[in-house]
């Protein structure tokens, strides 16, 4: 009995003791100010890269692929006389597929197409208009994909993520200026741009397919316009 009772009285004393402690104070949050800020750069593009194909349809898959790889070589040899870097004509792999068609409301066999696909980057864009003149000259099938961008793109988005920063800063203290308040250290910075607003490259609606001699489409311009490399940057201050 003399121990329950030693077992309460403890007990007891430390639930007094807990009562006593301070709690602890819920600490304030920091006062902050946010702001958004936007960078720009603006160049002229340094390359053009196209898509050249070539594909027949003959009734012996040996014929069909012997007339793609003619061409291929055709385009080769014009392609190295304008874009001489290592990486600059690249080669897809032949592609051999059998042709249907309908005749009277029925499938029939046409033969067998093979197809191939020439990439050329042009680092000379004066050098573009004359190119695409010798090229068509070529019994290349279609040009597609043509696009315009900057070898120093990288370098250039970085430019316009420090200028979308020092904006947001600017932004900042304007706003705290306005409050009558002071600006204190920076608590956080991100980078809130889409990948679309700072690719920095832009295509054309190039797909031309040719027919022998001639050619249809809605046809291209191969003057290029500006790039343009944008930022959008958020900041946290903290209020001093």
């Known amino acids: 009995m003399n121990q329950l009772r030693l077992v309460v009285a403890a007990g007891l004393s430390l639930l007094s003791l807990n009562s006593c402690q301070p709690t602890p104070a819920v600490s304030a949050a920091p006062r902050q100010v946010k702001s958004v800020g936007y960078g720009s750069v603006t160049v002229y593009p340094d390359y053009a890269e196209l898509t050249v194909d070539a594909a027949f349809t003959r009734p012996k898959l040996k014929d069909a692929v012997a007339e793609v790889q003619t061409v291929v070589d055709q385009v080769l040899a014009l392609s190295r006389r304008y874009a001489k870097g290592a990486n600059d004509v690249r080669v897809s792999s032949t592609s051999s597929n059998k042709e249907f068609g309908y005749v009277r409301e029925k499938e029939v066999f ?76 920076v608590l956080e910075a991100s980078d809130s741009s889409s990948p679309e607003s700072s690719s920095g490259g832009y295509g054309q609606s190039a797909d031309i397919e040719l027919y022998g001699k001639g050619f249809g489409g809605r046809g291209f311009k191969t003057t290029p316009e500006l790039l343009r490399f944008n930022s959008t940057c958020s900041l946290v201050s903290a209020l001093e």
């Open 110 to 185: 046409i033969g067998f197409n093979s197809t191939q696909s020439v990439t050329v980057r042009i680092t000379d864009l004066k050098q573009l208009t004359p190119y695409l003149e010798e090229l068509l000259a070529t019994r290349i099938s279609r040009i597609k994909n043509l696009s315009y961008g900057h070898t120093q793109a990288d370098s250039l988005r970085r430019e316009a993520d420090v200028l979308a920063l020092r904006d947001a800063a600017k932004t900042a203290d304007k706003m705290c200026a306005a409050l009558h308040v002071k600006r204190g250290a």
